[in-house]
């Protein structure tokens, strides 16, 4: 509106109308934004709590297939350890949904 005159002149006295409601608007958006991110927060963290146990389980399951490979022989036993700690492993860091 202040770029050309003749709106200045037509349409100045709703200028400070125009800056409220624009400062509403502008809130709104920000409320949208806030509201819709903290939705997502909110199940974000419900998703993390319920595969929580499930992975304390497989972490403390590595651990142990660690321990069997580290103490014996390779061999076809220490071959199915290692591809049993490798599932463990692929499980723990891509939790499927």
């Known amino acids: 509106m202040e770029l050309v005159p003749r709106f200045k002149a ?27 991110m903290w939705t997502l927060h909110l199940s974000m963290r419900e998703a993390k709590q319920a595969f929580e ?22 061999d076809v036993d220490a071959t199915h350890h290692q591809e049993h700690l490798n599932r463990l492993a692929q499980r723990f860091h891509h939790n499927p949904a």
């Open 10 to 36: 037509r349409y100045g006295y709703w200028r400070d109308a125009y800056l409220g409601l624009f400062l509403v608007a502008l809130c709104c958006v920000a409320a949208a934004l806030m509201l819709s």
């Open 53 to 74: 146990p499930e992975a304390d389980r497989i972490s403390i399951d590595i651990s142990a297939e660690e321990q069997n490979l580290l103490s014996m022989n390779y």
